[in-house]
């Protein structure tokens, strides 16, 4: 205990902890206070006749009718933003969609996830824009949205959003695909990793300053040069954190399409594995 409150009581931890308080601040006072829809997607070709294998005799079809392809798109959308936006905020001449190219169909579309009944997100199709999927809801507050599936025949098979809604003038925004694993690694042993790496970077970092080793108790016959531990492990720490930023979860929990859940099943063996495989190799 008392090493804990010698290590509390050195005034470079009290400047850590106080640029870490600043970098918080800034965060908070950079968050949106305006209403952001916001969208992701994992989208992939299921089926196609236009691969030059099959024979003429094989065709694809849907529901009786010969199509070119098949695509699945699952989309997410929420409202990231800090203010609530409502049914009336649409402007009903440039309703919010979502648009495949001109001259595919979208064969079935529906919303599979919502935060809460309440919102009543709707999606709705017109025969004479096939290749068009307007949605609108009852209001959305923070982190309010849907999970959608489309069922369509582009290739490739990504949608574009449009769409004019009131104190939204960026439009909506695009947030990224939805990764299911990174290669055969799935996401949460990859961000398993880069825990390990920061608790690493930071380590070594700690021991730049000389009152650390001493007051952990560590003896170091021949201690590294300090340049070596700040450069090293600030470098490791950075990479870690950017790594975790950049694969994180943007999208609401509620809504998590369930392949990716299926995909990223936790295993705490395997998690304790990769984080000690970070941190000692």
């Known amino acids: 205990m008392e090493k804990v409150v010698d290590l509390l009581n050195q005034g470079w931890f009290g400047a850590i902890l106080g640029i870490l308080g600043l970098v918080f601040g800034l965060y908070q006072i950079r968050k949106r206070t305006d209403p952001q829809l916001v969208y992701q997607h994992w989208s992939q070709l299921l089926i196609t006749g236009h691969i030059g294998l099959l024979p003429d005799e094989v065709s694809v079809s849907y529901q009786g009718r ?4 098949v695509s699945l798109s699952h989309v997410v959308i929420w409202n990231s933003g800090g203010a609530a936006m409502r049914e009336g905020d649409i402007v009903h001449e440039d309703p919010p969609r979502f648009v495949f190219p001109e001259g595919d169909e979208i064969l079935k579309a529906e919303v599979i996830k919502r935060t809460r009944p309440a919102i009543d997100f709707k999606l709705n199709l017109d025969p004479t824009q096939p290749n068009i999927a ?14 959608l599936r489309i069922l369509h025949t582009a290739s490739p098979p990504e949608p574009t ?6 104190g939204m003038p960026r439009g909506i925004e695009y947030g990224g695909k939805i990764t299911l694993r990174y290669g055969v690694m799935p996401l949460w042993m990859l961000r398993a990793n880069f825990v ?3 608790l690493a970077g930071g380590f070594a970092l700690a021991l730049s300053f000389p009152q650390v080793p001493k007051i ?9 040069s300090i340049l070596i531990l700040i450069i090293g492990g600030g470098l490791y720490l950075f990479l870690a954190l950017m790594g975790l930023y950049l694969t994180r979860r943007k999208y609401p929990a509620k809504l998590t399409p369930d392949e990716v859940i299926e995909a990223n099943k936790f295993d705490v063996r395997q998690v304790v594995g990769a984080v000690l495989n970070s941190f000692f190799k």
């Open 134 to 147: 307007t949605f609108g809801f009852s209001f959305l507050d923070r982190n309010d949205g849907a999970l």
């Open 161 to 166: 959003s449009h769409g004019t809604v009131v």
């Open 66 to 69: 010969k199509v070119p392809r």
């Open 196 to 198: 390990g790496m920061a």
């Open 216 to 224: 952990l108790g560590l003896s170091i016959d021949r201690p590294p």
